[in-house]
């Protein structure tokens, strides 16, 4: 509700964007150089190939895997709330020679895509920028087609110490699911969230304290 409010306040067709470009071309410039090639093989090997299939970046941010991703013959589509990193993105897809779609908006406006759902739905260090983590998990499993897959890598609550204002905002949002700002959600919550739903295979990782990963394909009887 807060969050919605504040979106209200924020809108990206009068200019906001909440990352600066400075922060930015920093983040990318870090981030281009640590793309996590073992993760891309993995995803590659869980959903059969990358060639044709149909991906969406969720929160793309800079843009290196959804590069990545249409190296190995995906269509990739990149969803993000900032224009300083669809520039960024955008620059870099021209350098590495891909094709990107690119669509600017809130995490909860990829609704959009609903009706043309994905091989793969990716999204990585972004989730707790969704304005609700049940009504996002609706969204998401939505926005993958049946029988496709799903990854999400989330810090959990459980990953900062959280004292003062931050630890009240935690509190909410782990026991209430009020969100007020961006709290990490509870570790467990994002893969409880989408057993509520038709899955066929699941793996979750939670070997890093810092890191929650869910891998999972929703069930190919699952209706669209
Ligand atoms: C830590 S970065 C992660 C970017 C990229 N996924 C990666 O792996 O490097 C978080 C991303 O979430 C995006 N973001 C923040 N709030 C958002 C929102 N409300 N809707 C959509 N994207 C948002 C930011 O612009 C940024 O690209």
């Known amino acids: 509700m807060i969050n919605s409010v504040h979106a209200l306040f924020h809108r990206l067709d009068a200019g906001w964007d909440p990352i600066a470009p400075a922060y930015a071309e920093q983040y990318a410039a870090r981030e281009w150089r640590a793309v996590d090639v073992a993760l891309i093989d ?23 895997y959804s590069a990545a991703f249409a190296q190995r013959g995906a269509r990739v589509t990149w969803h993000d709330v900032s224009r300083n990193y669809l520039r960024i993105a955008q620059r870099h897809a021209v350098a590495v020679g891909v094709d990107l779609e690119f669509s600017l908006g809130y995490l909860e406006e990829a609704s959009k895509f609903i009706p043309h759902p994905f091989d793969l739905v990716f999204n990585r260090v972004s989730w707790y920028y969704c304005k609700n983590d049940r009504s996002f998990a609706k969204l998401f499993y939505a926005l993958m087609k049946p029988g496709g897959a799903g990854y999400v890598d989330t810090h959990p609550a459980e990953a900062e110490q959280g004292r003062g204002t931050r630890r009240i905002v935690q509190f909410l949002n782990k026991w209430l699911t009020w969100k007020i700002g961006h709290p990490f959600p509870p570790r467990g919550r994002i893969a409880r969230l989408f057993q509520k739903y038709p899955i066929d295979y699941m793996i979750i990782d939670y070997t890093s304290v810092r890191n929650d990963r869910v891998f999972l394909t929703k069930s190919r009887g699952a209706p669209r």
């Open 42 to 64: 993995q995803l590659e090997r869980w959903i059969g190939g990358f060639q044709d299939k149909r991906v969406l970046d969720l929160g793309g941010g800079p843009g290196q």
